[in-house]
């Protein structure tokens, strides 16, 4: 008896994600920062002049696709390997033949994904191989090199780091994946434009997510008689479970909501806070764009009122980097409830705009003799330094010693407010300026 065979067997044979993975630089959406014509890494894949490399970006956005292009291109041989799926001991192996290689004059590429989840002490292994030219090494990574990344390795690699997809990019790679035979194009497929953009903004910049949500809907679709497959508006609601949350994050709707966050805790009004927080995170919205939100709201509109909140809210950041979606979504309710209640001043915020507007209109202004550096003879017989009082010297850690332009002399920019805790900065900063009053000497 035949097997029976499925309209969609061939198309699934693959992850629609793989199947359309691109094959050079032509089909690589994003990146014009560094793939842009004349751009960098563009000239380096061109020309075959690869040197060792971390992508640092978030999920989806091409770091393993870019490898696998340079692959193509190079002259090297290329070894891919997952931090993942392997250990340290098998990329030492590699790279054992990599050096054997180079003794002959062959290079070797090696592609380590997600190279932070080996410790620091095991990315030591990769050291010496990357030091003699036995290995050149392309690191693919999620997380912020600076603190994952060996700093003896990392010296020697240069970073380029990768951004999110924006949804014209998703989208259109979701209009040549309906277009081409790997991957919907042996079918014909009615799908609303409305539907491919909601699911190019629901993918976060993540090309990964989008075509795997694509591949959901189209393979959920109504088949007609004729083989038509359509999808109708509402199944991406079911595939998600976000219906009427989705918004566009570059919009006007993102910045509408954020400001409706933001405002709500200026307020006061931590019940409002957490529901316009629960519809960005339900939304979609990056968990860190929040947080980092939340660290500028702690020195902006709470400031010394309550110094800990900025306290909370780095430590809410951390916790998100950490955990990220679904698990951080506690971490920034504590920080929102927090900052909604604490006592709030903008007298930080105020301070530098009123001295930004100066440093901005008078930039001439010289540095008092007495407060500049005299590193060198010279600088010292020209009156640098003279008159300066070392604070810690006096009874009082303090010195009536004038230290700003002698045009600016008189300029307030930090005027404190009574609120919270900051009615002791206030009383301790007038008698700091009473004390200065009545020692000043001219």
Request: aromatic fraction near 8%; hydrophobic fraction near 40%; charge should be neutral.
């Amino acid at each position: 008896m035949m097997e029976q065979t499925n309209m969609f067997e061939q198309e699934t044979e693959q992850p629609l994600a793989a199947r359309m993975r691109p094959r050079d630089l032509t089909e690589f959406v994003g990146q014009q920062h560094l793939l842009g014509p004349g751009k960098i890494l563009r000239r380096l894949i061109e020309e075959d002049r690869i040197s060792s490399m971390i992508f640092w970006g978030p999920p989806g956005v091409g770091k393993t696709t870019l490898a696998r292009i340079i692959a193509s291109r190079t002259k090297a041989s290329f070894a891919d390997f997952s931090a993942v799926t392997g250990g340290i001991r098998e990329a030492r192996t590699i790279m054992e033949r990599a050096e054997e290689g180079r003794r002959f004059g062959e290079r070797t590429i090696l592609f380590v994904d997600e190279i932070h989840r080996f410790n620091k002490a095991q990315q030591d292994a990769f050291l010496p191989y990357v030091e003699k030219g036995s290995i050149i090494l392309i690191g693919a990574t999620t997380e912020n090199p600076s603190f994952e990344i060996n700093g003896a390795l990392l010296s020697r690699c240069k970073v380029f780091v990768l951004k999110a997809l924006e949804p014209e990019d998703i989208r259109a790679m979701l209009e040549r994946t309906l277009r081409d035979p790997r991957g919907f194009g042996s079918l014909k497929v009615d799908l609303a434009p409305k539907v491919l953009r909601q699911i190019a903004v629901f993918a976060n910049g993540d090309a990964r997510m989008a075509l795997g949500t694509l591949e959901m809907a189209v393979l959920n679709g109504q088949i007609a008689a004729d083989g038509t497959v359509t999808v109708p508006e509402g199944i991406l609601s079911q595939i998600t479970s976000k219906k009427s949350l989705l918004y566009d994050k570059n919009g006007e709707e993102h910045y509408n909501i954020i400001s409706a966050l933001h405002k709500s805790m200026r307020n006061s009004d931590p019940d409002a806070a957490v529901y316009w927080l629960a519809r960005m995170l339900e939304a979609g919205e990056d968990p860190l764009y929040v947080a980092r939100r939340l660290v500028r709201f702690a020195s902006e509109d709470v400031g010394l009122a309550d110094p800990r909140a900025i306290e909370q809210a780095v430590a809410c950041y951390q916790a998100c980097h950490y955990l990220g979606m679904p698990e951080c979504s506690v971490h920034l309710t504590q920080a929102v409830v927090y900052l909604a209640l604490s006592p709030k001043s903008n007298s930080l915020y105020m301070a530098y705009e009123h001295a930004k507007k100066d440093a901005e209109t008078r930039l001439a202004e010289p540095v008092p003799m007495q407060i500049r550096n005299a590193p060198t003879q010279l600088m010292d017989s020209l009156g640098y330094g003279k008159g300066y009082v070392y604070a810690h010297d006096t009874q009082e850690k303090l010195s009536a010693m004038h230290c700003l332009p002698e045009d600016l002399m008189d300029s307030v920019y930090y005027q404190p407010t009574t609120q919270g805790l900051e009615s002791r900065y206030a009383q301790r900063l007038m008698e700091i300026r009473e004390w200065k009053k009545a020692h000043d000497r001219g």
